[in-house]
């Protein structure tokens, strides 16, 4: 009998959904990073065995927004309750019971899946009593399916969490093939892994306003196994452009060289990555450039 459907993993922004679906599928289809919201749109990671197919999907973190780009980054996480077989409610081991978690788990009672609850980041609980109240007190607000605790980063239970997950999965066909491990195109990758490394690098004062888009990508006709690609990275203030550009030049080089790792290894060639950083002022309230760079409607 082979096993297969959707999963949805939701939770607050920083729990580690990312994370774990990485360490789940065995490649990174998500970049990950230590501030909150990483994760914009939605990302289906297909892991495969020959039993079952599970496909994954990173949601962004919810959040109360403040902008048109976070309702619609919440919007894309909580329209994927009702269209996946199994919810993974994610939390972190030492965060609080609060009113975002109040909100999220009234939108899962209105949800018809199982709902699991993972909770992530063991790693850093060190008074179990604590930890056990944490989840009476998320027990006492739903009926969850299944209470399980993991760490993401270490990969501890996870492979048990998998297990359970694939024995709550229904009988069915493989929805995407084997080889395959992600939904995603080359170049919505390559602009989530120079994000990332924009993410990685910069200050506080940059993560949230910023986006890479793909100005183009070829093949260079006079030196064989090269890929061009030019990308802009665009932010909503000039001072916010000084910083990605640094000194002389300096902090765009440093992206610019990290990310051309990541990009190697994703396309197996050698690449050539220019890159140029751009001001759209306020662009995460313009609702012509979220449709025109992919922030559209989306079920799951």
């Known amino acids: 009998m082979h096993k297969s459907g959707f999963v949805t993993v939701i939770g607050k922004p920083n729990v580690g959904k990312s994370t774990f679906i990485n360490g789940a599928i065995g490649e990174k289809i998500a970049i990950v990073s230590s501030k909150p919201q990483t994760t914009r749109n939605t990302v289906r990671g297909i892991y495969n065995r020959d039993d079952a197919q599970i496909v994954f999907i990173d949601t962004p973190g919810v959040h109360e927004p403040k902008h048109k780009l976070g309702s619609f980054m919440r919007d894309a996480a909580l329209k994927t309750l009702n269209a996946v077989d199994l919810v993974l409610y994610m939390i972190n081991a030492v965060e609080k019971f609060d009113d975002v978690d109040a909100s999220i788990i009234k939108q899962l009672k209105r949800a018809k899946p199982k709902t699991f609850l993972v909770v992530n980041k063991i790693d850093l609980a060190k008074d179990i009593d604590r930890l056990s109240e944490l989840i009476d007190t998320f027990k006492s607000h739903h009926p969850f399916d299944g209470v399980f605790a993991v760490s993401a980063k270490d990969g501890t239970y996870t492979k048990l969490l998998l297990k359970d997950i694939i024995q709550a999965m229904p009988e069915g066909p493989k929805y995407y093939p084997e080889d395959m491990s992600h939904d995603r195109g080359q170049s919505f990758m390559i602009a989530e892994l120079i994000r990332e490394k924009v993410l990685h690098l910069t200050q506080q004062e940059i993560p949230h306003s910023v986006m890479v888009t793909i100005d183009a990508m ?83």
């Open 218 to 300: 070829d093949e260079d006709e006079s030196i064989e196994g090269l890929m061009n690609i030019h990308a802009s990275i665009i932010v909503e203030r000039d001072s916010q452009k000084g910083i990605i550009i640094g000194k002389g030049g300096k902090m765009i080089k440093r992206i610019g060289t990290r990310a051309r790792a990541d990009i190697l290894a994703l396309l197996g060639v050698k690449v050539y990555l220019d890159l140029h950083c751009k001001v759209e002022k306020d662009w995460r309230n313009k609702q012509r450039i979220l449709q025109a760079h992919g922030f559209k409607e989306d079920v799951i």
